[in-house]
């Protein structure tokens, strides 16, 4: 399970990478930049959301290390504090799409953007559907010695979603004010 994590964190990162490289890329080659005299976006959704998941580790790790001690009680509360997190994040989301200052498809500008944020929040649908699953199966059983192991990879794989997220996060809000 680590391997397979560690795989698909490995092409993860790879994919936005490239789409950093591929916004910066496309900045250099514009006589202005956002195109089409649209606005950075603003800041209050993104910067708020950030501070939702920088905050989201604090449950993320108390899930994680519970996991480790086998301490059921505990994996339950940091489960349902992580999918609090989880379900504040996405609602923000919501709300940073509005603030975007631009559509997927108005120019080249807009395109990276809306891939940057859409594959973000992707990442971040699938980790809240996992750790419902985890959340279920922890409240329900059957437990076994396996699903201890899932949730720490799923702290893990969360750890990711955040780490992914500020050069992304600087990329989308500072590179069109640089």
């Known amino acids: 399970m680590w391997w397979g994590t560690l795989g698909l964190v490995a092409i993860e990162s790879t994919v936005f990478a490239l789409i950093i490289v591929t ?63 989880s379900a504040a994040f996405l609602a923000v989301r919501a709300l940073e799409f509005t603030a975007l200052n631009c559509a997927w498809d108005d120019d080249a500008y807009g395109s990276v953007v809306w ?13 809240m559907w996992d ?24 702290a893990g794989y969360w750890y990711f979603v955040v780490g992914s997220w500020l050069p992304i996060y600087a990329t989308v809000y500072f590179g069109a004010r640089m």
């Open 23 to 85: 916004y910066f890329y496309l900045r250099g080659l514009a006589d202005a930049w956002p195109l089409s005299g649209s606005l950075p976006p603003d800041l209050l959704w993104g910067t708020l959301n950030t501070a939702v998941l920088l905050l989201s580790m604090i449950p993320n790790e108390m899930a994680r290390r519970a996991a480790e001690r086998l301490d059921l009680r505990g994996v339950r509360i940091g489960l349902l504090w992580c999918m609090v997190f």
């Open 131 to 154: 750790s419902a699953v985890l959340t279920v199966l922890m409240h329900t059983g059957p437990l076994d010695g396996k699903r201890f192991v899932d949730v720490s990879e799923n």
């Open 115 to 127: 891939m940057m944020i859409g594959l973000h929040t992707m990442h971040l649908i699938t980790d």
